[in-house]
């Protein structure tokens, strides 16, 4: 709809979402249905996507392709999405707060056993919780064991979806470890003869003010906890925290694809396909990207073949792998990812989440492409997903194509 917007009014599609952004000055940003959209750099992404595209250029492209009869788009979406579902004042799930919790023990040896209420779906929580643990206390992320999903043993928590994960459970993770590390400090200066207030922090060490010389490592203060406490001290080194978070988060990302429609036929090809994300702080850059890829996998896949319907006595058509389509390396574009990073302000390592990300903008830009392609022949909109039959009934007709495609039953 933005898309078709600017066509109506006559302006640069990219040029008419500029305008419309939220500035990166006016955050916090109020939204019109009360969220608070807490920061952002959405110009700077629209900027890398038109960039890394060749927008101008591509614009000229069309133009000499249209001279030759060949018909190429652009499309363009920019997304934004509440995540990280929490917040106990506004929300909960029948009267139950919605905050996520985590456990950590670090034994006398220096490793460390973390638990938390989450439950991967193969997002790499196993990867990511231990690399948190790591960057707040140093224990290197091999000697950290991740414990999801047992009932017998696992800490509270409100499970895996709304790409809540490290917007809830991930900062769960990072305040126990600070726990942790704040009792680790006493130990040292125990260790070390020194008040509290004259011991400093490296990543896995503590040290005296003014001799960085003397110090004890993380491990010496987990053997200390067990073995030399000083008087009054509860024995042991583990913790719970719960985290409450007090805000949903808000990453943004831009999306730009490039496309070219055979007339003859309704078959579309995707010639370039560019990601901009900003999910915040980027805890493990592998596994981002993995999902951006697989939710625009999803999103191209939603865009140009997949549908649910029912035939007329309400059975699911499509309700198996052989007759629902998914999209396989051989059709599946390649994808050109880039990133941009605003910090979530409230989070505690800030972190934004992205997980769906990419299906939630990715579509769009497919269509919009594919629209862009054919505004010339009077059509403004297709339902997905964009089936060669309807796309080629669109530039036929010179028409909409609106609706779920027809079942045909024999």
């Given at each position: 709809?933005?898309?078709?917007?600017?066509?109506?009014?006559?302006?640069?599609?990219?040029?008419?979402?500029?305008?419309?952004?939220?500035?990166?000055?006016?955050?916090?940003?109020?939204?019109?249905?009360?969220?608070?959209?807490?920061?952002?750099?959405?110009?700077?992404?629209?900027?890398?996507?038109?960039?890394a595209?060749?927008?101008?250029?591509?614009?000229?492209?069309?133009?000499?392709?249209a001279?030759?009869?060949?018909?190429?788009?652009i499309?363009?979406?920019?997304?934004?999405?509440?995540?990280?579902?929490?917040?106990?004042?506004?929300?909960?799930?029948?009267?139950?707060?919605?905050?996520?919790?985590?456990?950590?023990?670090?034994?006398?040896?220096?490793?460390?056993?973390?638990?938390?209420?989450a439950?991967?779906?193969?997002?790499g929580?196993?990867?990511?919780?231990?690399?948190?643990?790591?960057?707040?206390?140093?224990?290197?992320?091999?000697?950290?064991?991740?414990?999801?999903?047992?009932?017998?043993?696992?800490?509270?928590g409100?499970?895996?979806?709304?790409?809540?994960?490290?917007?809830?459970?991930?900062?769960?993770?990072?305040?126990?470890?600070?726990?942790?590390?704040?009792?680790?400090?006493?130990?040292?200066?125990?260790?070390?003869?020194?008040?509290?207030?004259?011991?400093?922090?490296?990543?896995?060490r503590?040290?005296?003010?003014?001799?960085?010389?003397?110090?004890?490592?993380?491990?010496?203060?987990?053997?200390?906890a067990?073995?030399?406490?000083?008087?009054?001290?509860?024995?042991?080194?583990?913790?719970?925290?719960?985290?409450?978070?007090?805000?949903?988060?808000?990453?943004?990302?831009?999306?730009?694809?490039?496309?070219?429609?055979?007339?003859?036929?309704?078959?579309?090809?995707?010639?370039?396909?560019?990601?901009?994300?900003?999910?915040g702080?980027?805890?493990?850059?592998?596994?981002?990207?993995?999902?951006?890829?697989?939710?625009?996998?999803?999103?191209?896949?939603?865009?140009?073949?997949?549908?649910?319907?029912?035939?007329?006595?309400?059975?699911?058509?499509?309700?198996?792998?052989?007759?629902?389509?998914?999209?396989?390396?051989?059709?599946?574009?390649?994808f050109?990812?880039?990133?941009?990073?605003?910090p979530?302000?409230?989070?505690?390592?800030?972190?934004?989440?992205?997980?769906?990300?990419?299906?939630?903008?990715?579509?769009?830009?497919?269509?919009?492409?594919?629209?862009?392609?054919?505004?010339?022949?009077?059509?403004?909109?297709?339902?997905?997903?964009?089936?060669?039959?309807?796309?080629?009934?669109?530039?036929?007709?010179?028409?909409?194509?609106?609706?779920?495609?027809?079942?045909?039953?024999?």
């Amino acid at each position: 709809m933005v898309q078709a917007a600017a066509d109506d009014l006559g302006m640069d599609q990219a040029e008419f979402r500029r305008m419309n952004f939220v500035q990166d000055d006016d955050f916090p940003h109020r939204t019109a249905f009360g969220f608070l959209t807490d920061s952002g750099q959405y110009g700077k992404c629209l900027d890398v996507g038109l960039e890394a595209i060749g927008y101008e250029d591509f614009k000229k492209q069309k133009e000499e392709a249209a001279k030759r009869g060949r018909l190429l788009g652009i499309g363009i979406s920019t997304m934004t999405e509440p995540l990280g579902a929490g917040n106990s004042r506004e929300y909960d799930i029948l009267g139950i707060k919605m905050f996520d919790s985590a456990e950590l023990r670090v034994h006398m040896t220096g490793k460390a056993i973390l638990r938390t209420g989450a439950k991967t779906q193969g997002q790499g929580h196993e990867t990511t919780w231990a690399q948190i643990v790591a960057h707040e206390l140093g224990i290197p992320a091999e000697d950290v064991l991740v414990e999801e999903g047992d009932t017998d043993t696992a800490p509270f928590g409100m499970g895996t979806y709304a790409s809540r994960s490290t917007p809830v459970a991930g900062a769960a993770v990072s305040m126990v470890a600070r726990k942790i590390r704040a009792k680790a400090r006493k130990l040292a200066a125990h260790l070390l003869e020194a008040s509290e207030e004259d011991i400093e922090w490296e990543l896995g060490r503590f040290y005296l003010r003014g001799d960085s010389s003397r110090g004890v490592t993380i491990q010496e203060c987990a053997m200390a906890a067990y073995s030399n406490m000083p008087d009054g001290m509860e024995p042991g080194l583990e913790n719970v925290a719960y985290y409450d978070p007090p805000n949903l988060t808000w990453p943004f990302a831009c999306y730009i694809a490039t496309v070219e429609v055979d007339p003859a036929t309704g078959v579309w090809d995707v010639l370039r396909m560019v990601a901009v994300d900003d999910c915040g702080v980027r805890i493990n850059p592998m596994i981002v990207e993995g999902q951006i890829m697989g939710g625009l996998t999803e999103a191209y896949a939603m865009a140009n073949m997949q549908f649910i319907t029912f035939d007329e006595e309400g059975n699911c058509i499509g309700g198996n792998y052989m007759d629902y389509l998914l999209p396989t390396a051989w059709e599946t574009p390649g994808f050109e990812l880039h990133e941009v990073v605003t910090p979530c302000p409230h989070h505690p390592i800030g972190a934004k989440g992205i997980g769906e990300c990419a299906t939630v903008g990715g579509p769009a830009a497919f269509v919009n492409a594919v629209m862009d392609a054919l505004k010339d022949h009077g059509v403004r909109n297709i339902d997905m997903p964009l089936l060669p039959d309807r796309v080629h009934k669109a530039i036929q007709e010179r028409t909409d194509v609106s609706g779920a495609p027809p079942v045909r039953m024999e």
